[in-house]
């Protein structure tokens, strides 16, 4: 079955660092491949996403490359800022799953100033 | 554009207490997923309906736990008795019915079972 694993946290790095958190899948079909935050007391909500092979995803200042030779869908930004201080989830979805979303276990980030 | 609205925020109640969580989703989404969250657990998916119908309820950890999806734009899950263990965030979700879409999250009910 299809499955999401991310790097275990909490990851603390100090601002303006370099942020590098892990993803990889596993899936049967071809799936759509998400990056949501959650910020303490809201839901989850979308970052960016990529839906087909070599896509790279990005907003605010995050990239992801969709990488299909390695099933990798790793998060990175350039230089990190206390604001960014949250929970990360990498995720899947095809339609093998029916319309169900897999979501890795989450990423706790903290950035000190 | 409104977002997935859940009510109420918080709810605090007494163990054997019944509990109705409720979910408006985005008009126009056809998939609505019911999920909880704990430190334990991490983020767990409970149900998801699309076109209003049920298709997997396997996450519903046990009989006390009922979801109904009456129309396209209200759902509420059921938690009846209550107990301190089920005490956790929940989120309703929405989507269209598409892989490529991602899933649009309301704010959750933080719910506390004494």
């Known amino acids: 079955g299809n499955s999401v694993t991310q790097m275990e946290g909490p990851v603390t790095l100090s601002e303006e660092a370099f942020l590098t958190i892990n993803c990889t899948y596993t899936?049967?079909?071809?799936?759509?491949l998400f990056w949501y935050v959650q910020y303490p007391g809201e839901g989850l909500q979308l970052l960016l996403k990529?839906?087909?092979?070599?896509d790279k995803g990005s907003n605010k200042g995050f990239e992801a490359t969709y990488r299909k030779e390695t099933t990798s869908f790793h998060l990175e930004k350039g230089s990190v800022q206390v604001s960014d201080s949250a929970v990360y989830f990498c995720a899947l979805s095809d339609r093998t799953g029916g319309f169900k979303t897999i979501f890795g276990a989450g990423t706790r980030l903290f950035v000190k100033a | 554009d409104a977002g997935v609205i859940q009510s109420p925020r918080h709810e605090v109640t007494e163990m054997g207490q019944e509990v109705t969580l409720r979910c408006k989703p985005i008009s126009g989404h056809n998939s609505l997923f019911w999920y909880r969250q704990t430190m334990m657990r991490g983020l767990e998916l409970l149900i998801y309906f699309n076109n209003n119908v049920p298709i997997d309820d396997s996450g519903m950890p046990e009989d006390r736990f009922s979801a109904k999806m009456p129309n396209a734009s209200f759902s509420t899950l059921k938690i009846q008795p209550s107990e301190p263990r089920d005490s956790a965030v929940y989120f309703c979700a929405s989507t269209l019915g598409d892989s490529n879409q991602p899933q649009h999250f309301g704010d959750g009910t933080r719910l506390s079972i004494l």
């Open positions: 990529a839906t087909k092979a070599d």
């Open positions: 899936a049967t079909g071809y799936p759509s």
